[in-house]
């Protein structure tokens, strides 16, 4: 009998197992893995052209709006984990944008406690059971939370599936980050209600939930999205404070118990937060995100409302239909048919107070996710951070406001059977406008075929959920409860499984960064140097991090302004350094006959087409992608003869475009120009280590030098220098140097030049 008892307990969970299990089922039959790899080989080059005699015609790939993942995340954290793996804090990437931080762009998600994954399995396989974690924690966290509120286990089951399989955790399923933030939103306010009941408990468990509490929100935080943070913050606190208004005693103590936890959870995510409030500051994010108001997918556009019913009603990008504005996996909301449906229950009938708090937040999220004119308010105020983040992203909100809402109703109708008709027929009503439209104004209809055939499937499922719900209605007996859930849940399982399933990809391992012939080449050069495209289907800008090739380029929402000053100058050819630089958050330079593409020690350019140009000469080739060497890229480092010093960076630029800067250094300095605007006489220096986060240069010279190191400038850079003959040392103040780079002075004799990144 303790067995039944307990397989009855265990029957829901186990049930979010399977239902996770049969969507990554490719991954476990056939070790497919859940990582775009198909764009990668299929849409870039040299990949494209190392498949070629395989794929003649180039490999097929499903879906182009998912590559991020392979540009930016993936790469990131392998940077990450092959750095912590050598005990080292993984501060800096030098293989983009020059050098940049990487602890301090918060997507690399260094202290995410997952990632413990990588420490027991292949980086490719711990990647996988990441991605993996995130809908199957999210079905059970809601769970548990669900069955706190006193709902009853399939009732909560429902929640946890609609949202774990909901239209945010498809569009964003495979970046390995963003998910892992939100999914711990329903265990964090688990934890506060815990808190609030067990206030009064013996000593020994007033504990464990305030501790719980402090760990989900610290790993919210680490696992790697500021602004999905930001809304599970928000929700976290005013969850706290509803919570609160509810207490007629001891409210100083529980106030005093979340500050506590709150201040520990603040003093252990600043080993991050103040690295990356740091690189945003240094960033050009704000310009970045100035044209929110041309960008038509900014906010989520109020014909879209129209996904949460017929999530392709626009098409899909993975079937190639997709006519609507940019960008389908910002825009999409979808729980399914049933769970939406009573969501409206929720919204027409129930109005106790977890209600009303999950009503308030659905509306908070629509209020400032929708063109509704206040959520202009924080743009056109520009407040920080607010100002800079995309309020599509608010679509994480909605959808855990709506999978929260549609349990809750579950439970309403269940009790309320009657009470059912007003949102059906106002969903009714819905689909037959959505049909005449359809049928009779196809020519107001951007793609009438693809709508009316993507409409056939919503449509089904509503008929089928309407036929269930007369017939439960009918019926008097408990014993249909459960047949009549299984049905639903059923059926609303295996659309949400067929709709994330069609937008998501499962490829093979071999696809995963090959290494191909142009690779190999430039992996064989000797020496430190920087490579860069002509065009952006030529080796992206962060697949370089995985082959530990420096590139120019980059992609990251947060990128250095000095350094996007510099490309901006470089790309318009001339000293212009004004905003806007049009870069969208990649850094992608082009133009090859400049002389800061020698300074920055571009000594192989990679292209598609023939590049007719006296500087360089072509060295390599491997199907369309052609490899030429540039033989007057300028060394990492370099004595100059010759030192002007200026407080504007408006000045440096100007004077570099006139320079010879093989002999003269442009310093910057805000303290005073003493020492620093002068000759020098020249010297040797050779870079005998170079690792992520020290460098050290062995210099010799005969009088005092200046030295140039083409690494971008960053404070928390520090050089110290160790004369071989005197056999001591000194700390060394770095200067902006040439723009963006770094510069110290040397003293003559021998001398070991260390540069150490640290946080303090």
């Given at each position: 009998?303790?067995?039944?008892?307990?397989?009855?307990?265990?029957?829901?969970?186990?049930?979010?197992?399977?239902?996770?299990?049969?969507?990554?089922?490719?991954?476990?039959?056939?070790?497919?893995?859940?990582?775009?790899?198909?764009?990668?080989?299929?849409?870039?080059?040299?990949?494209?052209?190392?498949?070629?005699?395989?794929?003649?015609?180039?490999?097929?790939?499903?879906?182009?709006?998912?590559?991020?993942?392979?540009?930016?995340?993936?790469?990131?954290?392998?940077?990450?984990?092959?750095?912590?793996?050598?005990?080292?804090?993984?501060?800096?990437?030098?293989?983009?944008?020059?050098?940049?931080?990487?602890?301090?762009?918060?997507?690399?998600?260094?202290?995410?406690?997952?990632?413990?994954?990588?420490f027991m399995f292949p980086f490719h396989i711990a990647w996988s059971i990441l991605i993996l974690l995130e809908p199957l924690l999210a079905g059970l966290f809601l769970y548990v939370y669900l069955r706190n509120l006193k709902l009853s286990k399939w009732v909560s089951v429902f929640g946890g599936i609609s949202f774990a399989f909901s239209g945010f955790f498809t569009a964003w399923l495979e970046w390995g980050t963003v998910l892992h933030v939100g999914l711990w939103l329903p265990f964090i306010l688990l934890c506060i209600d815990k808190i609030y009941l067990n206030l009064n408990t013996i000593v020994n468990?007033?504990?464990?939930?305030?501790?719980?509490?402090?760990?989900?929100?610290?790993?919210?935080f680490f696992a790697g999205h500021l602004q999905i943070f930001?809304?599970?913050?928000?929700?976290?606190?005013?969850?706290?404070?509803?919570?609160?208004?509810?207490?007629?005693?001891?409210?100083?103590?529980?106030?005093?118990?979340?500050?506590i936890c709150l201040l520990f959870v603040f003093i252990i995510i600043s080993i991050q937060l103040i690295p990356t409030l740091q690189f945003i500051l240094l960033s050009a994010r704000s310009i970045d995100q100035a044209n929110w108001r041309e960008n038509p997918g900014w906010f989520v556009p109020w014909q879209h409302s129209i996904q949460f019913l017929v999530p392709d009603f626009f098409g899909n990008p993975a079937t190639r239909n997709y006519t609507s504005i940019f960008n389908y996996g910002e825009l999409i909301g979808y729980i399914g048919i049933f769970p939406f449906l009573m969501a409206l229950v929720s919204l027409f009938f129930r109005r106790d107070r977890e209600t009303v708090f999950f009503i308030f937040v659905l509306f908070t999220g629509i209020l400032f996710a929708f063109p509704t004119g206040v959520s202009s308010i924080p743009f056109m105020l520009q407040i920080p951070f607010v100002?800079?983040?995309?309020?599509?992203?608010?679509?994480?909100?909605?959808?855990?406001?709506?999978?929260?809402?549609?349990?809750?109703?579950?439970?309403?109708?269940?009790?309320?059977?009657?009470?059912?008709?007003?949102?059906?027929?106002?969903?009714?009503?819905?689909?037959?406008?959505?049909?005449?439209?359809?049928?009779?104004?196809?020519?107001?209809?951007?793609?009438?075929?693809?709508?009316?055939r993507n409409l056939y499937v919503p449509s089904i499922l509503f008929i089928g959920m309407s036929l269930i719900l007369f017939w439960h209605s009918s019926k008097k007996k408990i014993k249909h409860e459960f047949i009549f859930l299984g049905l639903?849940?059923?059926?609303?399982?295996?659309?949400?499984?067929?709709?994330?399933?069609?937008?998501?990809?499962?490829?093979?391992?071999?696809?995963?960064?090959?290494?191909?012939?142009t690779i190999s080449y430039l992996k064989q050069q000797k020496g430190l140097f920087r490579i860069m495209t002509t065009d952006e289907p030529v080796f992206p800008p962060n697949f370089s991090i995985i082959f530990r090739l420096q590139s120019l380029d980059g992609y990251d929402p947060l990128y250095l302004k000095r350094y996007a000053e510099l490309i901006a100058a470089l790309e318009r050819k001339s000293p212009d350094i004004s905003e806007p630089f049009g870069f969208n958050k990649i850094v992608s330079p082009h133009t090859i006959d400049s002389k800061l593409i020698d300074l920055l020690g571009a000594k192989y350019i990679l292209s598609r087409i023939d590049i007719q140009s006296p500087k360089l000469k072509k060295v390599f080739q491997e199907g369309k992608t052609r490899v030429y060497e540039n033989p007057f890229a300028f060394s990492r480092v370099f004595f100059v003869t010759r030192t002007k010093c200026f407080a504007k960076k408006q000045e440096i630029i100007k004077e570099m475009f006139s320079s010879d800067l093989h002999t003269i250094a442009f310093v910057e300095?805000?303290?005073?120009?003493?020492?620093?605007?002068?000759?020098?006489?020249?010297?040797?220096?050779?870079?005998?280590?170079?690792?992520?986060?020290?460098?050290?240069?062995?210099?010799?010279?005969?009088?005092?030098?200046?030295?140039?190191?083409?690494?971008s400038f960053y404070p928390t850079w520090h050089a110290r220098i160790y004369d071989q003959n005197n056999k001591d040392s000194k700390d060394a103040k770095i200067y902006i140097t040439d723009f963006n780079f770094r510069g110290v002075m040397v003293p003559k004799g021998n001398n070991t030049i260390e540069f150490y990144n640290s946080l303090l």
């Open positions: 009998m303790n067995h039944i008892y307990l397989l009855k307990r265990l029957l829901p969970i186990v049930f979010i197992f399977i239902v996770t299990v049969i969507f990554f089922w490719p991954f476990f039959s056939k070790t497919l893995l859940p990582i775009p790899t198909d764009n990668l080989v299929g849409m870039f080059h040299p990949f494209d052209d190392f498949y070629r005699s395989t794929f003649p015609r180039g490999v097929p790939f499903k879906n182009y709006l998912i590559s991020d993942p392979i540009k930016q995340q993936y790469p990131w954290r392998e940077l990450v984990i092959s750095l912590e793996k050598k005990w080292q804090l993984p501060l800096w990437n030098p293989y983009s944008f020059a050098g940049t931080p990487l602890l301090g762009n918060v997507q690399s998600a260094p202290f995410y406690a997952l990632n413990l994954l990588f468990s007033k504990f464990i939930w305030p501790i719980f509490f402090i760990f989900s929100l610290t790993s919210s930001f809304y599970v913050f928000i929700v976290s606190i005013a969850y706290i404070l509803f919570r609160l208004l509810e207490q007629n005693e001891n409210k100083k103590s529980i106030l005093l118990i979340f500050i100002s800079t983040s995309q309020p599509t992203r608010l679509m994480f909100v909605i959808d855990f406001a709506l999978t929260t809402l549609s349990a809750l109703g579950i439970d309403y109708y269940l009790t309320h059977r009657k009470k059912i008709h007003a949102p059906l027929l106002l969903l009714f009503s819905a689909f037959c406008v959505l049909w005449l439209f359809v049928l009779f104004g196809r020519k107001f209809l951007p793609n009438p075929l693809v709508i009316q639903l849940l059923l059926i609303t399982t295996g659309d949400l499984l067929r709709f994330d399933s069609k937008y998501n990809v499962f490829q093979s391992q071999k696809f995963l960064f090959p290494q191909t012939k300095s805000q303290e005073g120009c003493l020492g620093l605007d002068r000759n020098w006489i020249n010297g040797n220096a050779i870079v005998s280590y170079y690792s992520e986060n020290k460098i050290i240069i062995h210099t010799q010279n005969e009088n005092e030098g200046f030295l140039v190191f083409v690494d």
